[in-house]
């Protein structure tokens, strides 16, 4: 007898796995996933893509505003495993503890790296060198289960926040198929966490989209690109604000000494494709904006019309 799995996830993270599962032909008896919402200016009621998915497949889907309090449905399913991927709600102790198998999660980091709502964001930001994904037993305190299994995968410069999530994306559906085989036949490893090495990753609030002008053009860049396409980083100039989707390290050795007297978010030149600012160890040059009210564009584009820029202004 086939056994039954209920899957729970609601960003594009979650519907490669469970586009996985379908094609594998596991029997997923029920979808849980958040509800509907309104997106965009017209306020459109949209549903997920993993609901969109599950009912293209005739499989029954769940939405509880709040599962800490409504999850009888999903303990109704009678599931032999539950396997949740972003599903963007805290799981309560009754769901975990119901099925015969457990509940398994699929998470974006190297646990116990970054746990918590925004791991790819956090590990870009901070500089590491590589991340991945994990394939874990759910716990009460989040984040915090066994390790089943875990695959890396390197942060390169060229990398930013979509590509890396969509690497992870592809990653997490592979690691999960492979593993499944173990923990159906119970054979799979359980691994604890070290707790000396837990780092958290909160999810992103308005005041993390801010840039620090006083910090080093390396840590400027990671948090522009681990921020990118959404929602981006931003900084003010002249009351206004400006958001900063893409740049790079001035790579000018004399650019800390030469710009020394200069404070940190000063405009010290203008290219012809991107706006210089004075960092703490030199230049961080911005190549792609958007001023309030305005299409995202390139620097190269913006500063063929109209430039409110000049050179000796400060952002903010």
């Known amino acids: ?8 996830g609601t960003a594009s993270f979650s519907l490669k796995v469970l586009q996985m599962l379908l094609e594998n032909k ?14 965009g200016r017209k306020k459109v009621l949209t ?6 998915e599950a009912l293209k497949h005739d499989i029954p889907v769940l939405q509880p505003e709040r599962i800490r309090n409504d999850y009888q ?26 099925p015969r198998l457990g509940c398994v999660n699929v998470h974006a980091s190297l646990l116990p790296l970054y746990r918590g709502g925004a791991p790819v964001h956090r590990a870009i930001i901070d500089g590491r060198k590589e991340t991945g994904v994990t394939i874990m037993y759910m716990a009460e305190k989040m984040d915090a289960g066994d390790i089943i299994s875990q695959k890396s995968t390197p942060i390169t410069d060229d990398d930013n926040l979509e590509i890396v999530y969509d690497r992870l994306t592809d990653i997490g559906a592979e690691l999960l198929k492979d593993t499944l085989p173990s923990i159906f036949d119970e054979t799979n490893d359980r691994i604890p966490q070290n707790p000396d090495e837990v780092v958290y990753a909160p999810i992103i ?12 053009a390396r840590e400027i860049f ?27 390290i001035h790579n000018c050795p004399n650019a800390k000494e030469h710009h020394k007297d200069e ?12 706006i210089g600012v004075k960092v703490e160890d030199g230049v ?33």
Request: proline residues 4%.
């Open 47 to 52: 549903m997920s893509d993993v609901k969109q």
């Open 284 to 316: 961080f040059v911005i190549t792609e904006i958007q001023l309030s009210g305005k299409k995202r564009m390139s620097v190269k584009d913006y500063l063929n019309g109209k430039n409110i820029f000049e050179v000796g202004t400060q952002f903010e």
């Open 263 to 274: 404070k940190n978010g000063t405009i010290v030149k203008i290219f012809k494709d991107a």
């Open 73 to 98: 449905a999903v303990l109704d399913l009678k599931p032999d495993l539950i396997i949740t991927a972003a599903y963007g709600q805290i799981v309560p102790t009754a769901v975990l503890e119901a």
């Open 222 to 248: 990671n948090h522009v690109r681990g921020l990118y396409p959404h929602p981006g980083t931003f900084t003010t100039y002249n009351g206004q604000v400006v958001k900063i989707y893409k740049g790079e």
């Open 26 to 39: 596991y029997d997923v008896v029920g979808v849980v996933t958040q509800p509907d919402r309104y997106v």
């Open 1 to 8: 007898m086939s056994k039954k799995i209920v899957f729970m």
């Open 205 to 216: 609030k308005r005041e993390d989209e801010r840039l620090d002008w006083n910090k080093t």
